[in-house]
């Protein structure tokens, strides 16, 4: 812009110069009448190029710099939202991926001298015990949030819900009903189940968190009887890692597995022999968080990075892209996901359950190496 705001500057001055030079009259109010239009339409041209930059400019965030950032997602979510979000902003983005333990541990030792700015992904569970770690900001979409997905602690932002499902391969499950926990104890599916440690992930953590709740009745002591039949149904086998469940379903490894929407959902939208079956006992949607470092060097920019990520339209692209589904009352779930107001949702204590959680991971240990 600034060359071109030179340009018609100096259009103008040939055009006073030419006037005042020797020649016939009519010959200099020629060449200045020509040098005046000239500028006239460099100075148009300008004017439409300003205003064509602040239309593409219209409903983006404005910003620079750079935001850094420690996530637990998986990496085309990642590039693939970072890249929009980059686009979006003009703030350039690092993302270091790691288990949300691992960041936690890593935001607690660098707590002196932040590295990061945001920690992106991490259940409200799993974060509040370390809450202290994190500033307070309430971003400017809560008032479009589900209530129970609010920020009402001040430092703990909402931005997707993950629920706990049954992921099921339609070619190897015959006539088997699977509609919820207690059709899992068909000894016709014993060894064919697929479940993490839920020592090693968070999703299967979650999973035994919400059978507890479920089987428990709203109960999690009276849950552990449940348990105690899966560990039996499989079998001896426990997988290393949440993707180890879902893969090994769409791969025909494993009848069924224990997992979360997204894992599922995902084989659903690219037309796998799977389907996803919620809980008839019930779901809990253990909201998944956003969160900003205390004292962090960009938090300006991580402010903007929080209002972004819970903007409609881009939960509506992560919805319908990542299959994690959105906290926001007026984005739809996907077609690969279930509407909530069909899905049996209950709730258990966040706080009960982050207090329980070593012991219930040890119980389950016990029970599985009885």
């Given amino acids: 812009m600034k060359k071109t705001t030179l340009g018609v500057l100096c259009l103008a001055a040939m055009a006073v110069g030419l006037a005042g030079c020797g020649g016939s009259s009519s010959s200099t109010s020629t060449t200045a009448a020509a040098a005046t239009e000239a500028a006239t339409e460099a100075a148009a041209e300008e004017t439409e190029e300003k205003e064509e930059a602040e239309e593409g400019a219209e409903g983006k965030i404005e910003g620079s710099g750079e935001v850094i950032i420690y996530s637990p997602l998986t990496e085309s979510m990642i590039d693939s939202m970072l890249s929009k979000f980059e686009e979006d902003t003009g703030i350039h983005a690092e993302c270091l991926a790691m288990g949300t333990g691992d960041a936690l541990k890593r935001i607690q030792t660098e707590a002196d001298s932040p590295q990061a700015d945001v920690l992106w992904s991490g ?38 819900t993950v629920p706990s499902v049954i992921m099921v391969n339609t070619d190897l499950i015959g006539d088997i009903e699977i509609n919820g926990y207690e059709d899992l104890l068909n000894p016709e599916l014993k060894g064919k189940i697929a479940f993490a440690d839920p020592a090693a992930s968070s999703s299967s953590f979650e999973h035994l968190v919400n059978m507890l709740y479920a089987m428990g009745n709203g109960d999690p002591d009276a849950g552990w009887d449940y348990v105690r039949q899966l560990c039996q149904q499989l079998d001896g086998k426990l997988l290393g890692g949440s993707s180890a469940v879902y893969k090994g379903v769409a791969d025909g490894e494993y009848t069924v597995g224990l997992t979360f929407e997204q894992g599922s959902a995902q084989y659903v939208a690219a037309g796998s022999p799977v389907k996803t079956v919620y809980m008839e006992e019930g779901v809990i ?33 992560m919805n319908n892209t990542q299959f994690r589904r959105t906290i926001r009352k007026d984005v739809p779930a996907g077609d690969a996901m279930e509407a909530m107001e069909n899905i049996n949702i209950i709730y258990d204590d966040e706080t009960n359950t982050a207090e329980h959680k070593s012991e219930w991971l040890d119980q389950f240990k016990d029970i599985f190496t009885e």
């Fill in 285 to 317: 949607f253990r909201g998944d968080g956003v969160y900003i470092i205390k004292n962090c060097l960009n938090e300006e920019n991580a402010q903007k990075f929080l209002d972004w990520l819970t903007s409609k339209d881009v939960q509506e692209y």
């Fill in 123 to 160: 259940t409200i569970g799993t974060v509040k015990n370390q809450s202290e770690n994190f500033a307070d900001y309430v971003c400017v979409n809560e008032d479009a949030f589900y209530d129970e997905y609010k920020n009402v602690e001040g430092n703990l932002t909402r931005f997707d």
